[in-house]
C-alpha cells in the first residue's frame, strides 16, 4: 500500500475520532456546554451569607436556613460536607448567572421563582414561604400606607425580588429613587446613614436586623403589593436528575411527622432570627 493512501486513511479516521468526541460532548454537555452533574462529582453550592437568617457565616462555618436545609437535605441522600458537597460565597446578582454558566452546581441564597428566572434555571421543592416587607429607622412616622412609598428614596440589594417589586410599584419615571445595591448590609447602610428611608427585604431578614438593632429599626405595618413568595433551590437546566433528587428528598423531609424542615426554621426564629445564630446542627443539646 502505498504511503499516500496509509496517510488518507489515518487522516480519516483520526477526522472520525474528532467527530465522534465531539458527538459525546454533545450528548454529555448542553445548555451552553455545562456537564450535567453526575454521582461522584462534587456539588457546589453558592451562596450569598448576608442575608440572616436564611444565610448567614460564622468565621468559615456557613450557617443559616438555606444552608441547614441542605445539611438535611443532602444528610438523607447519604453525602458528606466537604466530600460531596461545599458552599461558595458569591454575590446574590451574580448566582443565577454562575449557575446557568455551570460555575455553581446550585443556588440557595433565598430564591424566588420569578418570570424572568423561569427557563433560566430549575427550581426545587419550596422550603419557605416568605413576603417582603419595609424596613425603616423606628423614628420614621410619615408612612402609614404602602401608596406612601411613591417616591421615596428606597432601598433594596440588586437582583432580589425586593428590588423587582420596588421597581414596579415605587420608582419615579424621572430620576430612579431606587438604590440598588451589592449587599443587604450595603442596603441596611444607606437606611441608617440616611442616605434611603426605606429597605424593602424579607420578613425574616428584616426582623434579624430589628432584634440586632438596638430598637433602631422597624417593620413597618402596611401591605406591600404582590409580596407573599416561596423559596427554592435553584439548578442548571441540564441537571433535571439532581434537581429531582434534592426535590423528592426535600419533601419527604417536609412531609415526616417529626419534620426536620420545620425544626430549623423553628430554631432560627426561637433566636429572633439574628445574625449569628449557630448552626441548627451546632445548637447546644437539650439532654440529660
Do not use: H
Not at 81 to 101: A, P, R
Not at 149 to 163: C, E
Not at 276 to 283: A, K, L, N, V
Amino acid at each position: 500500500m502505498e504511503k499516500k493512501q496509509i496517510y488518507s486513511i489515518v487522516g480519516v479516521i483520526v477526522v472520525a475520532a474528532i467527530v465522534i468526541g465531539a458527538a459525546v460532548a454533545i450528548i454529555n454537555q448542553n445548555d451552553g456546554g455545562v456537564k450535567a452533574w453526575e454521582p461522584g462529582d462534587k456539588i457546589i453550592i453558592a451562596t450569598s451569607p448576608d442575608f440572616a437568617p436564611y444565610d448567614d457565616i460564622i468565621g468559615d462555618k456557613y450557617v443559616g436556613i438555606d444552608a441547614d436545609v441542605c445539611r438535611a437535605v443532602f444528610t438523607k441522600m447519604g453525602l458528606t460536607e466537604g466530600k460531596d458537597y461545599e458552599f461558595q460565597t458569591v454575590n446574590f446578582d451574580s448566582i443565577v448567572l454562575g449557575v446557568t454558566q455551570g460555575k455553581y452546581t446550585m443556588g440557595a441564597s433565598g430564591f424566588t421563582q420569578t418570570a424572568d428566572r423561569i427557563g433560566k434555571v430549575l427550581f426545587s421543592e419550596e422550603y419557605a414561604k416568605v413576603k417582603q416587607v419595609a424596613l425603616v429607622l423606628s423614628t420614621t412616622t410619615d408612612i402609614t400606607k404602602a401608596d406612601d412609598l411613591k417616591g421615596v428614596k428606597i432601598a433594596v440589594q440588586t437582583g432580589t425580588t425586593g428590588d423587582t417589586l420596588a421597581t414596579k410599584n415605587y420608582e419615579n419615571s424621572s430620576a430612579s429613587n431606587i438604590q440598588r445595591l451589592t449587599t443587604y448590609s450595603d442596603a441596611l447602610n444607606a437606611v441608617t446613614s440616611g442616605k434611603a428611608k426605606v429597605l424593602i427585604l424579607d420578613s425574616k431578614t428584616a426582623e434579624s436586623m430589628v432584634a440586632s438593632s438596638d430598637k433602631n429599626l422597624k417593620v413597618l405595618d402596611i401591605s406591600l403589593p404582590g409580596s407573599r413568595e416561596d423559596y427554592g433551590f435553584i439548578f442548571n437546566n441540564v441537571n433535571t436528575d439532581l434537581c429531582m433528587q434534592v426535590t423528592n428528598t426535600l419533601r419527604d423531609l417536609k412531609e415526616a411527622e417529626d419534620s426536620i424542615i420545620d425544626d430549623i426554621i423553628e430554631w432560627y426564629a426561637s433566636n429572633d432570627n439574628k445574625s449569628g445564630t449557630p448552626s441548627y446542627f451546632d445548637r447546644p443539646s437539650t439532654g440529660a
